[in-house]
Each structure stands twice: as C-alpha cells, then as structure tokens.
C-alpha cells in the first residue's frame, strides 16, 4: 500500500470513528480531518494516480465532506434514539464496511515495488517490432500474414536526469482484461498496473561505457506469458551489462501488441485440446512423477503417460515449440542485422546498436514453455554460448541429443523433470530447486499480490526472496560463461571443495538445493 493510501484510509478510520462516538454531522474536528484527507486523496491521484482499489474508501469522503459542509449542524452531543439511531449506526457500519474493503483490497492488490537493479548501470528499455517475411503466420486465417514479433530490449544506459521511469504496463487496461480472462477476474483488476513504476527509462540511448556487451535472449512462459513477465530479472540484468531481448510470441501468450493497434491475443482454438482434464490413469502418473527424482524411472514414466494421451494430443504443443524456437532464431538474425547495420526488419530512431553486441557471448533463458525453447535451441544451436531453463518442461524434449554447452535448470520445488537432460549432459551443467516454490514463483507474481499465494498459485516462499534467489543465481550463471568471471555461488560446494559433483548450495539461501556436474560421462551412457 503507497503512503497517500494508507494515509487516507487512515483519516477516513478516524473521521468514521469519530462520528460513531461524537454522533455529529459538523464538528470542527471532523471537518479538519476531511480537509486534510482531500488534499491527500489529492496528492494520491497526482503523485499516485486513480486506483480502483481506494473507490469505496473515495465514496466515504464524499459522503463526509457533503454531511459536514452542506447537511445542516446537529448540536455535538444530541442524543438519537429510536429509528434516527438506527440509521446513524448503520450509515457508520456502512462506511466502514467501505473504508475497511480499500484498506483489503489495496493489501490484496497493491502497488508493489519492483526492487532496486543491483548493478552499476541505469537501465534503458524500448521495443521494436519485427517481421519475418520468409515465414507465414499459421496462427491466423489469411494465408497472407507472415509472422510478427513484438521485441522488447533492456539495455545499459547513461544517466537520465530528464525522464521518469517507463511504467510496468504500457497499454495496463488492454493486457489487465487478457490477464483476468485466464484467471477468471474481472478485467479492471490489473489495470493500476500502470501506476507501477519501473527503474527503466523509454527510448533512452546505449551507454557507451563498455565497446560491447554480452547479448541474451529471452522467451515468456505459454498463454498468460509477456515479454515483460519479469522485468525484474530484466533490469537487474541490464543493469549489470547485458543487453536483452525478449519475445512476445504472438498468438501463444497473453497479448502482443502490434503498433498499428492489432492485437494478437492467445490462440484458444488451436490449444483447445489443452483444457480438456488428464485422465485419472495420467493423473496419478503425474503424481508418482512429482516424487521421483531418478531420471530412468522418470523416462520410463513419461513414456508410460505418452501411451495413455489421445492420438494428436500434444501435436499443438510440439508445433508451438518449433515455432518459437524459430523466432528466437530470427530475433538472433535481426540482431546480427543490428550489429553489423545491415537493415532489418525492425529500426529505432535513438537505439543504434552497431558494433555494441558481443554475439560471441550470446545466452538463450526463458521461463516455462520459453525455458523449453531456449533448450531447444541450446542444444542445436552453435551460437548459443550458455543458457538456462526456469522451470519449464516438455517430454518430447527427452530425445534430445545431450547438451553440449553449460547450462542451469532453475526449477520449482515439485519440478524435477529434466534430470535425465542433466546426468545426460555433456557439459558443465547446474540444479537450482527452490524449496517452497511454484511454477509462478519464477515471474514477478512472486510479488504482486499475497492473493496468488492464498488461491494456491505461489508458493509459501517470500516473493522477494524469491526474486533475489532468481536474479544471483541467473547473474552469477551468465557472469561466469559469457563474462568470465569466478563465482562462489557457483563453484563451492557446502564443505568449500571445488567442482563438486553433487552438492548444496554454499549457503546463502537455505531454500536453495543446489547441484552441479562438470565431468563429462562416458559415450556408453548416453546410448542408455
């Protein structure tokens, strides 16, 4: 809850209060508090802005300063009785109902405070909209349409003196109403989201600091997923020399947003078959998968609810995942445009990146379905240098040829399905389970509102633990492969050796179980 809110709650408490003892509609102590309480609404909705959430709490001052100024005086101390002290009651009754659902619904939904990037840098942020005319859309009705991509960047930047930082949501009323259709809210609920500032600024230019700096792409999680959904990660990042991409990957997450207005939201009919329940058989495989951390018998069980699926069932998914797996290969091919200065699809009237991306240092990370997708790509792309996969999953993935390059499976508590991919693999590989974790956990709904974790959706975990775990352990994985840099977060096991083969995390977060393998297996195991 903002200051001004809590303020004005505060005042209306005390006015509602002071009526119900005092039984007056005018006294100068009820008015000196009604002043002061609108010229804190008033410094709310101008440093602030208008939130849904403070309306019942406005309606009460309205009431108050109406009664007080232009009802009529009733002596201090009358005495009501009867039908008059009826109403008296439950007009107060009434207006603390309303002051007290402002104070609930702004702890419900507040205006949560994205931390401070821990980086030395300011941090910049824009979006570009590219068009990759060799593919068509296939997610829409005229064959016409090629494939569009909303790509939005953060990036180091100078100092800014002169702007003030980019909000959380651009265009907050259009993606509230998507977000709340998923969830099954009314559409308004997300619409302050708006009023949340971020530490970035707009279309402000590169730091010329450094000549060059590490690149990394990044892929949203499916339907409800942004290319924003962690900003948080996205700043830090920034503000530690990276330079960004993410991919809103239309058609298969909440909303892009195109800049002549369309909007390409989740396509409900090609995934319709993902509504339909699991059957009970696969539900209870499902289960037996949550507590099995051997790889062979998970593999042996994922085949044995592959069997029991409709014919078909998962071809949607599998097609998505190729799709976005080539957009992140035609984002990577714009970029290389940008950095050479050829022309691309895409162009920036501040932003010129020529010469400033090292594509020699390139990481691909995504949570959920986009983690799947930079795995994808990680093991079949030469330029992929390191990547990192937050808690996200897919079977067919288990065919995989093993990986080559480093790599980090971030994972929820319950999520331990890529561990054949991580004794498979062939390269330094990294675990990071986060005990008390969900799936959620991973974007910055871990902060957003303490709704998500009564209904269930977040884990007991505290939200900005959660995203500090998230932010050191992606830095320190990017820091050391794509910058070179030691890391004890790392590199020490919990009795100090080195390189350890299984082992906990050093310490700093005990929510943490954390592994790493660095010798490569011999080929006999991979054939296994």
């Known amino acids: ?61 309205a009431i108050v300063v109406i009664q007080c100024w232009f009802a009529g005086n009733n002596p201090a101390q009358e005495k009501l009785s009867g039908w008059r002290k009826f109403r008296h009651l439950s007009a107060v009754s009434i207006a603390l109902l309303l002051v007290a659902s402002s104070a609930l619904f702004s702890y419900l939904f507040p205006m949560f405070d994205l931390p401070e990037p821990t980086g030395s840098y300011t941090v910049g942020t824009s979006e570009f909209h590219m068009i990759d005319e060799t593919r068509p859309e296939t997610y829409t009705e005229d064959i016409s349409d090629k494939r569009e991509l909303m790509v939005r960047v953060w990036y180091p930047a100078d100092k ?24 099954g809210m009314p559409g308004f609920l997300f619409d302050y989201f708006g009023n949340v500032a971020t530490h970035s600024y707009w279309d402000v230019p590169l730091s010329n600091t450094k000549p060059n700096y590490p690149v990394l792409i990044f892929s949203h999680g499916f339907n409800l997923g942004w290319a924003s959904q962690n900003t948080n990660l996205m700043e830090s990042l920034a503000s530690h020399g990276y330079i960004i991409f993410s991919i809103d990957h239309a058609y298969v997450g909440m909303a892009s947003i195109f800049p002549d207005g369309r909007v390409a939201k989740f396509n409900k009919q090609t995934f319709a078959s993902m509504s339909e329940p699991p059957s009970p058989e696969v539900m209870a495989i499902n289960e037996q998968l949550s507590e ?100 996200g999953f897919m079977a067919s993935q288990m065919q995989l040829p093993p990986l080559q390059k480093p790599f980090m499976f971030m994972n929820s508590e319950d999520n331990l399905l890529y561990n054949a991919m991580y004794e498979i693999a062939e390269s330094d590989v990294y675990s990071v389970r986060v005990e008390g974790s969900k799936h959620l956990n991973y974007l910055d709904f871990s902060i957003m ?43 020490e096991s919990l009795d100090g050796s080195l390189d350890g083969s299984v082992a906990n995390s050093v310490g700093k977060y005990k929510e943490v179980e954390f592994r790493t393998k660095k010798n490569k297996l011999p080929r006999l195991l991979r054939t296994q």
């Not at 799947?372 to 990680?378: E, H, P, R, V």
């Open 292 to 391: 099995t951390s051997d790889w062979r018998a998970q593999i042996a069980l994922l085949n044995k609810a592959n069997a029991m699926m409709p014919e078909g069932s998962m071809d949607s998914m599998n097609e998505a995942l190729a799709i976005w797996a080539e957009d992140q290969l035609f984002v990577l091919s714009e970029i290389e445009k940008f950095q050479s200065g050829e022309k691309a699809s895409a162009t920036s009237e501040v932003l010129d990146f020529k010469s400033h991306l090292d594509l020699s240092n390139l990481g691909f990370f995504g949570m959920s379905f986009g983690g799947s997708t930079s795995l994808d790509n990680c093991v079949k792309d030469s330029r992929c240098k390191a990547g990192i996969n937050m808690d």
């Open 1 to 61: 809850m903002q200051i001004f809110d809590s303020l004005t709650i505060a005042i209306l408490l005390i006015v509602v209060l002071a009526k119900y003892f005092q039984q007056s509609k005018s006294s100068l102590v009820i008015k000196s508090l009604a002043v002061i309480a609108l010229v804190s609404v008033a410094i709310q909705l101008t440093v602030e802005g208008y939130r849904w959430q403070m309306v019942p709490g406005y309606i009460v001052l």
């Open 160 to 183: 800014v003196t002169d702007k003030e930082p980019t909000p959380y949501w651009r265009e907050a009323a259009l993606r509230s109403a998507e977000l709340t259709k998923g969830l």
């Open 449 to 491: 509102s303490p709704l998500y974790q009564i209904m269930g959706a977040l884990g007991p975990i505290e939200g900005y633990k959660m995203l500090a775990i998230t932010e050191d352990y992606v830095l320190a994985f990017f820091d050391k492969y794509l910058k070179d840099e030691t890391s004890a977060l790392l590199d």
